[in-house]
């Protein structure tokens, strides 16, 4: 405490008497300086507290920096939407808007205008029910003034165009059926309403179309009008509704043959080949002339036998596939392919019977054709010539026999024209209406003129009977002129008609046999088979007593023998036998009802249908024939709306 101050600079001042020499220093001015030596610690390693430390930092910046982020996020969203709401508002508010300046222009009848203006407000907000009923007023409207203009064909546009609007607009509707009707069609027939739609489908008018067929879909909601409804569900790429559509129609009716192609080539888009070729098939045995159906068939076939060209199966599908379309020559080779691969296929000799046959009833389809020409251009005796080919052909074939009466009346045959006229009902009683009219026509005038023209007993028309051959009066045979055929030869192509049991119905058997009649209609009137029975008896022959007891014991021993091979399951020799039993006695009511069973209990459906048909026409008041006629008629019934399961395609004998 008694030590001395230490100097200061006030000190040095007044002590410089003293020589104090302590220098001075100016701290106005920066001093220089001096570099400090390295520190020992430079570039050393954090110790873990001070990376722990480091690290804590870090995140909490991060976490600060990402909370920062989701706020300016959520602000930046918040800002979207409501700028979309704001959007959507405008939206709405512009539809109102043109909807409003749409009804203004509506009043004012300025009527391009007001649809404009609809149609926008309907494009900026297509859920809103009214603005589109304003829509389809506002074409109304404009239509009315088309159809006072007698712009017929543009008022109904404009109406097609409200209905598509509001499908409920029923002036549409109505002004749309008055305006077809001022242009000159029917609008109550669904037949003229289905092809307006085809025609507007075929410019592109999808619409008007679609239009068209929802309302021949109201008059007659049949198959053809289900397969339209079909079709334009295709042309908007709905497959799905478009097969439902299709599959109504087939229901609805299963010999609709375009049903069934379409049905076709839907399976086929959808990789189905088993049911496409079910399908196709039906739809070709159908309608041979549709080319469509039968190109996809052949395609499907053929894609299988390249995938596998040793499978008899393929070929043999194949061969059907060409047999159905025409190309005999193609199906020939088909089943010399089989031959070679699998000579003893159970369905080869079956299959090749089937294209005999089908060339055949090409051949005789081709003398129908001319004779058809022939009687209409007059000449009956040319006509006459070409239909006795078609007979020798298919002597059980009706609508030959009905142009073979034809031709006979033409050239003067009166008693060999009720003949044959005769022959065409009793092969098919049921739809033979208009040779059961020619019959009582030429028995009237018959009558009237007293000439007798009616069948006469084989001893007392020798003469008529040399000039034509008995299988004529029969109904086996032909007739005069060329190609006429003899009764042994009639009856040889008569017993032709084995069933083609594959997989493919390559030839429809009861069409080439009994003139194409595939469904019979239990419906028909009883009476008017009876008719056919009495008209029968007026004109056949009386027969002499040795030929009745003759015959009678012919047929005993005919049925005789078919109890035996039936005894031996030969159906099919059977059903031979009997035929050519009838070739000599056509009006056997009794050999008629026994073929029926035969054909029965082998499958053949359509024909045991056909003939028990006409032992029931020949006798009429049997009771077992009617009761056996029914059971077959509710089998084949069955069996035609029953789907058949189809076996996979190129899978059968793998």
């Known amino acids: 405490m008694n030590a001395s101050p230490l100097p200061h600079r006030g000190q040095a001042n007044a002590d410089n008497q003293n020589n104090w020499n302590r220098p001075t220093r100016d701290f106005s001015q920066p001093a220089e300086r001096e570099a400090l030596p390295p520190s020992q610690w430079a570039g050393r390693k954090l110790d873990y507290r001070e990376e722990e430390k480091r690290r ?6 991060k976490a600060l920096k990402a909370i920062e982020e989701q706020k300016k996020q959520a602000e ?4 979207a939407e409501q700028a979309q709401v704001n959007a959507s508002k405008q939206v709405l508010q512009n539809a109102i808007d043109a909807n409003n300046h749409g009804y203004a222009l509506g009043r004012a009848g300025r009527w391009n205008e007001a649809i404009a203006q609809h149609e926008l407000a309907c494009k900026l907000d297509p859920s809103n029910k009214q603005f589109r009923t304003n829509l389809s007023a506002a074409r109304v409207g404009y239509g009315q003034v088309r159809l006072a203009q007698k712009d017929y064909s543009g008022a109904a546009h404009l109406f097609r165009k409200a209905l598509t609007a509001a499908h409920d607009n029923a002036m549409a509707a109505k002004l749309l059926s008055e305006a077809i009707q001022r242009a000159g069609l029917d609008p109550t027939l669904a037949e003229n309403r289905l092809g307006i739609g085809d025609q507007l489908a075929a410019s592109g008018d999808l619409d008007g179309a679609m239009i068209e067929y929802q309302q021949a879909m109201q008059l007659d909601p049949g198959a053809r009008t289900y397969v339209k409804m079909g079709d334009m569900s295709m042309r908007y790429g709905q497959a799905t509704n478009a097969l439902n559509w299709y599959r109504q129609a087939v229901v609805k009716d299963t010999n609709y043959g375009p049903a069934h192609r379409q049905l076709g080539l839907i399976y086929m ?23 469509a159906a039968g190109l996809a068939l052949i395609d499907i076939w053929r894609k299988q036998v390249s995938m596998n060209p040793e499978l008899a199966e393929n070929h043999l599908g194949l061969a059907g596939a060409f047999q159905l379309t025409g190309d005999y020559q193609s199906a020939a080779g088909e089943y010399l392919q089989v031959e070679q691969l699998d000579p003893g296929n159970a369905r080869l000799a079956p299959g090749r019977e089937s294209l005999a046959r089908a060339m055949k009833h090409t051949t005789a389809e081709k003398h129908r054709a001319a004779a058809e020409v022939f009687i209409s251009q007059g000449l009956a005796k040319d006509a006459l010539s070409e239909i006795s080919q078609a007979v020798n052909v298919e002597p059980r074939n009706a609508r030959y026999q009905f142009l073979m009466g034809e031709a006979l009346e033409s050239g003067g045959d009166i008693q060999g024209a009720l003949r044959a006229y005769h022959t065409s009902v009793l092969i098919d009683p049921q739809n033979n209406q208009e040779a059961a009219a020619r019959m009582r026509d030429l028995q009237n005038r018959s009558n009237s003129s007293g000439t007798n023209n009616s069948p006469q007993p084989q001893s007392q028309n020798n003469a008529a009977e040399t000039k034509r051959p008995k299988a004529l009066y029969e109904g086996t045979g032909t007739g005069t002129g060329t190609g006429s055929a003899s009764p042994a030869s009639a009856g040889q192509n008569a017993n032709t008609n084995t069933p083609f049991t594959g997989s493919f119905r390559t030839h429809d058997d009861s069409q080439s046999s009994m003139g194409g009649n595939l469904m019979q209609n239990p419906n028909s009137s009883v009476q008017r088979l009876e008719n056919s029975a009495a008209s029968q008896s007026e004109t056949r022959p009386e027969p002499r007593q040795s030929q009745s007891q003759n015959k009678d014991s012919q047929t005993q021993a005919t049925l005789k023998a078919c109890d035996e091979m039936e005894m031996r399951r030969d159906f099919q020799g059977a059903a031979n036998l009997l035929k050519e039993a009838l070739n000599n006695n056509l009006q056997n009511a009794d050999i008629h009802h026994r073929l029926g069973l035969t054909l029965l209990n082998s499958g053949q459906l359509a024909e045991s249908v056909s003939e028990l048909r006409i032992a029931s026409a020949l006798n009429p008041s049997n009771k077992v024939f009617s009761a056996d006629l029914a059971r077959a008629l ?13 076996s996979p395609v190129g899978g059968a004998g793998q």
């Open 269 to 291: 888009m959808q990789k189905d080949y088993t049911s496409a070729a079910a399908s196709l098939r039906k739809a070709v045995i159908l309608d041979a002339k549709d080319n």
């Open 56 to 61: 804590k930092e870090e995140e909490a910046a």
């Open 76 to 79: 930046a969203a918040k800002r």
């Open 634 to 646: 509710n089998i084949h019934k069955r069996s035609m709306t029953t789907e058949p399961v189809a």
